[in-house]
Each structure stands twice: as structure tokens, then as C-alpha cells.
């Protein structure tokens, strides 16, 4: 059974840095891709990035591209998000999610909610202006 524990949320001022990580419990962490959602109040829950189960085909939200960066370290089972050039568009809850594989799928697939069946409780992100 996979287990999702997010941290690193908070509140913070527009253009500030965070961390997220997302530790993983469970067998085999290196067969799993990974991936960071979020989702404001009364709003969809949107893909933010994902990560193969070897680090080698990362995907980003064009909202995000250049401010944001994941990562993944396979020896302590975590995923990480580093959230630089904060705005208040990005507040939200942020949510880690998993799935098995061991294939690069497309970015068309991995962005819907519906392809990850491993979700963590989610962190919340608030910027304020």
C-alpha cells in the first residue's frame, strides 16, 4: 500500500521560494512516477508537474515553467518542488501524487487528475501580494 505525506506548505510574500516534498512509504518508489497538482478553492484540481520513475522526462504546467522545478531523490523515497518566484495566482492546496510505471507516458495523459491512483493529504501554499 502507498502512502503520500506532503510538507513544506506555508504562507509567504509574493516572489519568495518554497520547498515541497512528498515522502513516499511503500514498496518500490523507483517504479513510480510522481507527480505535483494543486488546487485552489472552488477550482479544478490542476497538474503542476510530473517526473518519471528515473528523473530522465519531466513535465511542467506552462503557469509554472521557469518559477518551478521537481525533483525526485529515489534513495529517500521523496519527490520534491521547488517553487521559486512565488505569486498569489499560485495559492493553493498542493497535492503529490503517484502511479506505477516504468513508461515516459505523454503530458496529455499524465496532466488528468484521473490517471494518478496515489494521492497524499496535500500542503497548503499561500502568497500573498
Known amino acids: 500500500q502507498v502512502q503520500l505525506v506532503e510538507s513544506g506548505g506555508g504562507l509567504v510574500q509574493a516572489g519568495d521560494s518554497l520547498r515541497l516534498s512528498c515522502v513516499f512509504s511503500?514498496?518500490?518508489?523507483?517504479?513510480?512516477?510522481m507527480a505535483w497538482f494543486r488546487q485552489a478553492p472552488g477550482l479544478e484540481r490542476d497538474f503542476v508537474a510530473s517526473?518519471?520513475?528515473?528523473?530522465?522526462?519531466?513535465y511542467y504546467a506552462d503557469s509554472v515553467k521557469g518559477r518551478f522545478t521537481i525533483s525526485r531523490d529515489n534513495a529517500k523515497n521523496t519527490t520534491y518542488l521547488q517553487m521559486d518566484s512565488l505569486k498569489p495566482e499560485d495559492t493553493a492546496t498542493y497535492y503529490c501524487?503517484?502511479?506505477?510505471?516504468?513508461?515516459?507516458?505523454?503530458?496529455?495523459?499524465?496532466?488528468?487528475?484521473?490517471?494518478?491512483?496515489?494521492w497524499g493529504q496535500g500542503t497548503q501554499v499561500t502568497v500573498s501580494s
Open positions: 511503500g514498496i518500490t518508489f523507483d517504479s513510480y512516477a
Open positions: 501524487a503517484a502511479r506505477y510505471s516504468l513508461i515516459a507516458q505523454p503530458m496529455a495523459v499524465l496532466k488528468r487528475p484521473t490517471m494518478w491512483n496515489n
Open positions: 517526473i518519471t520513475w528515473n528523473g530522465r522526462t519531466i
